[in-house]
């Protein structure tokens, strides 16, 4: 979809370059696009699964929200996932050296790529991150 995206290149950069962080201590688990985590790889082993998906509902399209609506948008996704039976790591996104702030995120564990896909659809977002059994992060842009 690279190639067809309405998504701007410095913002597919922006994606690509971030760091996406799972949880919120110095033991965190940090995925990069395209470089499997073998820390990740394990954590799927140790739950029995093997996919999962970082997902954001913070500044949809791109575009710098609020933090109260940022906020709200996080409980939402927070409570969809909840309901779906989805054990999720709270985590962020942020590419460093950036002056765009972090967004609060989560990983869902066991997330398939096309229910993964539709809910980042759902909150307006430019992308997702997915990740299958080989635990590595793929991008995957929605627009």
């Not at 950036?98 to 790529?113: I, R, T, V, Y």
Request: proline letters at 4%; one cysteine or more; aromatic letters at 8%.
């Amino acid at each position: 979809m690279a190639g067809t995206t309405q998504i701007h290149p410095d913002k597919v950069r922006a994606y690509r370059a971030s760091d996406y962080r799972l949880g919120h201590t110095p033991q965190d688990i940090v995925l990069r696009i395209g470089q499997r985590s073998e820390r990740l790889a394990r954590l799927f082993a140790d739950r029995g699964i093997h996919c999962g998906a970082f997902l954001t509902a913070f500044n949809p399209r791109g575009s710098l929200q609020p933090d109260a609506d940022n906020e709200r948008a996080h409980s939402v996704l927070a409570r969809w996932l909840r309901q779906q039976h989805l054990d999720a790591i709270e985590g962020s996104g942020s590419e460093e050296g950036s002056d765009w702030p972090a967004e609060k995120s989560w990983f869902a564990l066991g997330l398939q790529l096309e229910r993964a896909r539709a809910l980042g659809l759902r909150f307006d977002q430019d992308a997702i991150v997915w990740v299958g059994a080989d635990a590595v992060p793929q991008l995957i842009l929605l627009r």
